[in-house]
């Protein structure tokens, strides 16, 4: 059965495939843009990978664009100080979370993956999203033709295909056939969520040789934590996560023990790091445009990839003129795109590398360095995040949701 998805009064017609962060927020901002929007995931129901997800000033001023960005930073939990520490529990450097909220205009809302996959649905018409249905690419479309999703119901046509289907994502790989795809960074994540330690504890990462471990508190009393290693691919142990990191981390400082003794089993999350080494020369194709972990995997140090699909999806209904020239519009979003995501995987990437060194004279080296800056002043500890967190979403005639923040609903498009 071919199903035709037509635009109701003339309106476009936008498919988006994949229902996580990246996904969800587009569909909220298209829509507001004055798109008709279905967005099609193939799970049953929502279930976001990952524990928790670190919001940062420039992805919250994202979510302003689409009227959620209050709504968000009410769950942030007061950081107070924390810093990077070694794992014997020496602090190499200090942070101030009201500090870096005052120097980027924002504080940084730590908070489940879940909570924001429900505040972005809810955000979003009833039956827009359409849960349990696979989807592929079936013709990219060009100025003369729509573009085609099939599904098992059959297949779809659209004005503008949103490819939002994650880090293995099977659009980009039809849209750039050549390119080599994300490879594995040398390194494992592991991510929790646990009841909170009796003590109270300082926010931190600490870093060790080959491996760090953060903790993390939420607004909800509850702590997350996350983990990383340098690790063989898909070394997944017989004796389960929770051994491993108890092996890994179970002699560095407090709250560290405490933490790994309230995880339960099955309680971990691993997940073998990919990231993009090589950049996608654009971000779309034909009528299709990728956002998130499909155009530009990215190593988790920087905590930007959540952010940058955030960014992602309010700039490509920015430039995603509806009644436009779709071409022109999106090579508009690739050109402002392109140069800033691939700043921020190389960032990433040398974070890592820095991050996960294991030869010892290399990692008292590192950690001399932190320890030299920070006697810079507590401004030096801030300073080499300042392009990450002062990013500005361009202006964007939006819907204005009734008691929603819409700072930018009543400016013009340029």
Known sequence: MNIEVDGVGGTPRAVVVGGGIGGLAAAAALIGRGWQ??????????????????????????????????????????????????????????????????????????????????????????????????????????????????????????????????????LRASLFPAHPGPEYAGFTTWRLVVAGPARPFAPHETWGPGRLWGTQPLKDGRVYAYAAARTPRDGHGAEGELPVLRRLFGTWHDPVPAVLAAVGEGAVLRNDVHWMAKSLPVHHRGRVALIGDAAHAMAPTLGQGGNQALEDAVVLAHCADPHGDLAVSLARYSAERVPRTRAMTDKAERVARLAMTRNPAGVAARNTLIRALRLLGPGSALRPFADIMDWQPPATRMLTRQGSRTPLGDRETP
Do not use: C, M, Y
Request: charged share 20%; proline share 5%; hydrophobic share 50%.
């Open 37 to 170: 929007v279905t967005v099609l995931e193939r799970a049953a129901a929502p279930k976001p990978a990952g524990a928790g997800i670190a919001l940062a000033p420039n992805g919250l001023r994202a979510l302003d664009v689409i009227g959620l960005g209050d709504a968000v930073r009410a769950l942030a939990a007061w950081q107070g100080d924390g810093g990077l520490r070694t794992p014997r529990g020496r602090w190499l450097s200090r942070t101030d979370a009201r500090a870096a909220a005052d120097a980027f205009g924002g504080p940084v809302v730590l908070l489940h993956r879940a909570t924001l996959i429900d505040t972005l649905a809810a955000a979003l018409p009833a039956g827009t999203v359409r849960t349990g249905e696979a989807a592929e690419l079936a013709d990219r479309g060009a100025a003369d033709r729509p573009a085609v999703v099939r599904t098992a119901g059959g297949e779809i046509e659209a004005d503008l295909v949103v490819g939002a289907d994650g880090i293995h994502s099977a």
